[in-house]
């Protein structure tokens, strides 16, 4: 753990970090998929797309799951509900 002030650690998603690596992937290579907004669908299409061995540039104008994806509720386990239940129709 760095002390409060210190250097951000590498995996850091500090404003600093976000407009280097903005400021250095514009005018840069051309690459396979540009996602914009990373809420819980942009971040996951992102995450797949880089699986799957494609260059990808993802950009927010705020941190990751910064606005719905951060108030939503049971967005994601919702739908367990229905597997549990065997409810595959919906």
């Not at 002030?5 to 970090?17: D, I, Q, T, Y």
């Not at 690459?31 to 996951?44: F, Q, R, Y």
């Not at 990808?56 to 719905?68: Q, S």
């Amino acid at each position: 753990m760095n002390s409060p002030g210190g250097p951000a650690p590498a995996f850091s998603l500090s404003a600093g970090r976000r407009a280097r690596e903005l400021a250095d992937s514009v005018g840069g290579p051309v690459v396979d998929v540009l996602v914009v907004g990373l809420g819980a669908t942009g971040a996951g299409a992102a995450l797949d797309a880089a699986a799957r061995g494609l260059d990808v540039v993802a950009v927010d104008a705020h941190d990751l799951a910064f606005g719905t994806s951060r108030f939503s509720s049971k967005l994601i386990h919702g739908g367990l509900r229905y597997l549990a239940s065997g409810r595959l129709d919906v």
